[in-house]
T-cell receptor, first 112, second 113 residues
Framework: AQSVTQPDIHITVSEGASLELRCNYS??????LFWYVQSPGQGLQLLLK??????LVQGIKGFEAEFKRSQSSFNLRKPSVHWSDAAEYFC??????????FGKGTMLLVSP | DAGVTQSPTHLIKTRGQQVTLRCSPK?????VSWYQQALGQGPQFIFQ???????QRGNFPDRFSGHQFPNYSSELNVNALLLGDSALYLC????????????FGPGTRLLVL
């Protein structure tokens, strides 16, 4: 069965510092990969997605993610974190319109 | 261009009652998926509707049912509510013939007392 692992439940980063959130997946074949962000009490906003091609993908709000097939990973990065980035981040895998399997999320806290 | 909309935003029910949640997909999308997100967890897939039929279903009991209308909007019904049904219910829309990415609505927060 497919699964998504986000090993960090909470991460605290100083404002202006770089960020990397980890995501590993277990799937029958290379799936589509997504990162979503959720602010408290809100729905999910799509940050970026990988379907095929260039393994480094750019998203909104200055985020990027790199797909590494050999490691079954799709880590999210941002070079300089802003206080407004504090939220919960979810990695998800699936096949486009098909069902998505989500990780348990990583809560990002930004310290001044 | 309106995104995915859901109603109501919040709902309080008691055990044993029934509830109906509604979702309107993003313009141009024909597929609606429903997810349940318990507190502190990632969303869990409930089911997906396309062409007014349930196409895929996650590991949820028959108390959870749905419907899709000709205008692609959808309803999620939950019968015989349990305390454990308290969660944020998210609707996502996508297109099988175009943009495959799922876009989510703001969710309906259900509290069962």
């Amino acid at each position: 069965a497919q699964s998504v692992t986000q090993p960090d439940i909470h991460i605290t980063v100083s404002e202006g510092a770089s960020l990397e959130l980890r995501c590993n997946y277990s799937y029958g074949a290379t799936p589509y990969l997504f990162w979503y962000v959720q602010s408290p009490g809100q729905g999910l906003q799509l940050l970026l997605k990988y379907f095929s091609g260039d393994t480094l993908v750019q998203g909104i709000k200055g985020f990027e993610a790199e797909f590494k097939r050999s490691q079954s990973s799709f880590n999210l990065r941002k070079p300089s974190v802003h206080w407004s980035d504090a939220a919960e981040y979810f990695c998800a895998v699936g096949y486009g319109y098909s069902t998505l399997t989500f990780g348990k999320g990583t809560m990002l806290l930004v310290s001044p | 261009d309106a995104g995915v909309t859901q109603s109501p935003t919040h709902l309080i029910k008691t055990r044993g009652q029934q509830v109906t949640l509604r979702c309107s997909p993003k313009s141009g999308h024909d597929t609606v998926s429903w997810y349940q997100q318990a507190l502190g967890q990632g969303p869990q897939f409930i089911f997906q509707y396309y062409e007014e039929e349930e196409r895929q279903r996650g590991n949820f009991p028959d108390r959870f049912s749905g419907h899709q209308f000709p205008n692609y909007s959808s309803e999620l019904n939950v019968n015989a509510l349990l305390l454990g049904d308290s969660a944020l219910y998210l609707c996502a829309s996508s297109s099988r013939t175009g943009e495959e990415t799922q876009y989510f609505g703001p969710g309906t927060r259900l509290l069962v007392l």
